[in-house]
């Protein structure tokens, strides 16, 4: 799969990456974080970011001889 169809698999917005602390980039939402006090902080990629966040989830896949599947990140 190439990385424009990958990064067509989510939502795109504009905001800051969690990863590289781009801002004003379009970002996808990737999870949340969540404070014992209850306070909720939104983690957010950039598209260089979901390639490397997703080619790194590749690779675990087949090191663990499963299936992967592209457009999951922060899915449980």
């Known amino acids: 799969m190439t990385p424009d169809a990958i990064l067509a698999l989510y939502p795109w917005t ?4 969690f990863r590289c602390s781009e801002d004003d980039v379009f970002v996808t939402h990737i999870d949340d974080i969540v ?4 306070d909720v902080y939104r983690l957010s990629a950039c598209g260089s970011c979901v390639i490397i966040l997703e080619t790194e989830r590749w690779r675990h896949a ?3 001889g499963e299936v992967y599947e ?3 990140l922060g899915a449980s």
């Open 14 to 17: 504009t905001g800051s990456c």
């Open 35 to 38: 404070t014992p006090s209850g």
């Open 62 to 64: 087949l090191r663990k």
């Open 70 to 72: 592209p457009g999951l």
